[in-house]
């Protein structure tokens, strides 16, 4: 069904006529010019990502419903890396006229989802027209107490750094699926430039091989929010002292925190989690699996600090995984490799707005 038929405030309907709120800060949601939210007792976090086709998406190897899961993900994990809780989401869309109302219920099935998977409501946003593609803004706010938030410069020396999950997979995932999607447009350019109708009529079929590889491509394609590992860190009286969640990768993320809190920092890499599937493809793609692991990026994996004092309760978490410490500001922000030598830590993953 085209859009036009059923006009924007028809299409929002559609999306949104059987929600229901499940927090009790939500008043009233979507239905009027505002949302209604209280929070007598708590703080308000906010966070905010815009996201562009093209940029951020390529709907090419991503479907509507896995990408609205992942942008609603994004945006809950901005609130997890604040100690927070999130309870609610606004989500605007720009829309070109070759989407359906069925492929924006796709993309809200997955939104929902993800929503439901940590209780936050739905409450308003906004719809309009694109030329260029689709765009995608979410707003979620959370809440938490005063004493609970962890801001980015909170690290003090002798600090430990830890992550959870495992580094470099979503970045190998991407990777693999623009390596399958190069070989399928350079088999039709082929297929065109002999003119072999046959040809172009099977790759309508083409399969990417994917085959040992399903890891990557689930953390790439279906992100998830870490507030798996903040229950963990709270039920074993855990309070970071920085934290930060890893969208531009690890290096990048962790001099945001040394330049905020005024130190340096040392890591080891022996110590930085990587999964086998992402070694195995980094080989596959003669790339250096470190380099990957230290500025693949969208990863939403935790990078936070706690006080020394909290080693023992660190190493029994599971999923979580120290791989350094915070020192003097004078002493730098150092990789130690696997030989031990010393480099200098460099952001090079994802730079938003550079050339």
Same mark, same amino acid.
């Not at 080989?283 to 909290?310: K, R, S």
């Given at each position: 069904m085209e859009?036009a038929?059923?006009?924007?405030f028809?299409?929002?309907?559609?999306?949104?006529k059987?929600? #229901? &709120?499940k927090?009790e800060?939500?008043?009233y949601?979507?239905?009027?010019?505002?949302?209604?939210l209280s929070?007598?007792?708590k703080?308000?976090?906010?966070?905010?990502?815009?996201?562009m086709?093209?940029? @951020?998406?390529d709907?090419?190897y991503i479907?509507?419903?896995h990408?609205?899961?992942?942008?609603?993900m994004?945006?809950?994990?901005d609130?997890?890396?604040m &100690?927070g =809780?999130?309870r609610?989401?606004?989500?605007?869309?720009?829309?070109? +006229?070759?989407?359906?109302?069925?492929d924006m219920?796709?993309?809200?099935?997955g939104?929902r989802l993800?929503?439901?998977?940590? !209780?936050?409501d739905?409450?308003?946003?906004?719809t309009?027209?694109?030329?260029?593609?689709?765009?995608?803004?979410?707003t979620c706010?959370?809440?938490?107490?005063?004493? /609970?938030i962890?801001?980015r410069n909170?690290?003090?020396?002798?600090?430990?750094?830890?992550?959870?999950?495992?580094l470099?997979?979503?970045y190998m995932g991407?990777q693999?699926? #623009?390596?399958? +999607?190069?070989?399928?447009y *350079?088999?039709?350019?082929?297929?065109?430039?002999?003119?072999d109708?046959r040809?172009?009529? %099977?790759?309508?079929n083409f399969?990417p091989?994917? *085959?040992?590889?399903?890891?990557?491509?689930q953390?790439q394609?279906? =992100? %998830?929010?870490?507030g798996?590992?903040?229950?963990?860190?709270?039920?074993a009286?855990?309070?970071?002292?920085?934290?930060?969640?890893?969208s531009d990768g690890?290096?990048?993320?962790?001099? @945001?925190?040394c330049?905020?809190?005024?130190?340096g920092?040392?890591?080891?890499?022996k &110590?930085i989690p990587? /999964?086998?599937?992402?070694?195995?493809m980094a %080989?596959?793609?003669?790339?250096n699996?470190? =380099?990957?692991?230290? &500025?693949? !990026?969208?990863?939403? #994996?935790?990078?936070?600090?706690v006080?020394?004092g /909290? @080693?023992?309760?660190?190493?029994?978490?599971?999923g979580?995984?120290?791989?350094g @410490?915070?020192?003097d500001v004078k002493?730098?922000?150092?990789?130690?490799t696997?030989?031990?030598?010393?480099?200098?830590?460099k952001a090079?993953?994802?730079?938003h707005?550079?050339e």
């Amino acid at each position: 069904m085209e859009i036009a038929k059923i006009g924007e405030f028809g299409l929002i309907d559609r999306l949104t006529k059987d929600l #229901e &709120n499940k927090n009790e800060s939500t008043k009233y949601g979507v239905g009027d010019d505002c949302a209604v939210l209280s929070y007598p007792d708590k703080e308000v976090l906010v966070t905010t990502d815009l996201l562009m086709e093209g940029v @951020h998406f390529d709907l090419t190897y991503i479907d509507l419903k896995h990408l609205g899961y992942k942008a609603a993900m994004v945006n809950i994990s901005d609130v997890f890396a604040m &100690n927070g =809780t999130p309870r609610q989401i606004t989500v605007s869309l720009a829309l070109s +006229k070759r989407f359906s109302v069925e492929d924006m219920e796709a993309f809200y099935s997955g939104l929902r989802l993800a929503c439901d998977k940590w !209780g936050v409501d739905v409450v308003g946003g906004d719809t309009t027209s694109s030329y260029t593609g689709l765009a995608i803004s979410i707003t979620c706010i959370g809440e938490a107490r005063k004493e /609970d938030i962890v801001y980015r410069n909170g690290a003090k020396d002798t600090d430990l750094v830890c992550v959870s999950g495992d580094l470099g997979a979503a970045y190998m995932g991407l990777q693999l699926l #623009e390596r399958e +999607k190069s070989v399928y447009y *350079s088999q039709v350019e082929e297929a065109k430039r002999k003119g072999d109708k046959r040809a172009l009529e %099977e790759l309508k079929n083409f399969q990417p091989d994917f *085959s040992g590889k399903e890891y990557l491509l689930q953390r790439q394609l279906q =992100t %998830e929010a870490r507030g798996d590992i903040i229950e963990k860190l709270r039920e074993a009286g855990i309070r970071p002292t920085a934290m930060m969640d890893i969208s531009d990768g690890l290096s990048s993320e962790l001099l @945001h925190i040394c330049k905020q809190s005024g130190v340096g920092c040392r890591i080891y890499e022996k &110590n930085i989690p990587i /999964d086998y599937q992402t070694a195995v493809m980094a %080989e596959e793609l003669n790339m250096n699996v470190t =380099t990957c692991a230290l &500025n693949g !990026g969208e990863d939403y #994996e935790l990078l936070f600090t706690v006080p020394i004092g /909290d @080693h023992e309760k660190i190493e029994q978490i599971e999923g979580v995984k120290l791989i350094g @410490h915070i020192t003097d500001v004078k002493f730098g922000k150092v990789l130690v490799t696997r030989d031990n030598q010393e480099f200098e830590l460099k952001a090079q993953g994802w730079t938003h707005l550079s050339e």
